[in-house]
């Protein structure tokens, strides 16, 4: 699905929501839950898109639903992925997922598949561009958590979910405190679109911007 700017949302895919940027740099976010892969190739395939096209894969945060597909995609479209310094090495299983984290890729396994780690990741920092996305260092849901951001739309990850805008839920987040400073360094820029991992891709209104300030300031 188009949603804006040469933004696609996949639809199908089991797991976080997985973003196609097209333009100047062709590049997936997030690969959603294991075993994507053929849905995600399908859509593609859909809009004329080979994987072999693809110069990379972002990805938000080190939950299985969003590095799921990464190696049998990385594998497809032979391309390098990029996740925060932080994230990495959970990403490659040098060091166990926090919290009740650490369990899911193992509840997930039975119904989509084992998880597999990829071998090497390109390490981001925050504060760089990806083409022209910037990449903002958002921790807070985990610690190399990111947000991609570029005129106006913020492809959040986890930070935020999507329709009446919400933070991550507490219990899945390693930092609740961060994840309030965070949200507040996004919804400080202008905002014209919220690109959530969870619930629908949401326009950015004055209502949910100030309902969420409000929220913020007093839980601050």
Known sequence: MLVTDGIHMFEGVKGAHIYLVTGAHLFLV???????????CNYLSAIGIKPSALEGIVLTNYDVDHVGSVVAMQKLAKCPIYAHALEIPYVLGQQDRLGIKRWLPLVTQPLYGKLIAPRDLRPLVGGEFFGDWEIIHTPGHTPGHITLYRNGIAIVGDLF?????????SYFTWNVAKLKESAQIVIERPLRWILPGHGPATPASSHWLNKLQKSLRSRS
């Open 30 to 40: 997030d690969t959603g839950l294991p075993g994507q892969e053929h849905r995600i």
């Open 161 to 169: 979910q999507g329709g009446e805008i919400c933070l991550a839920p």
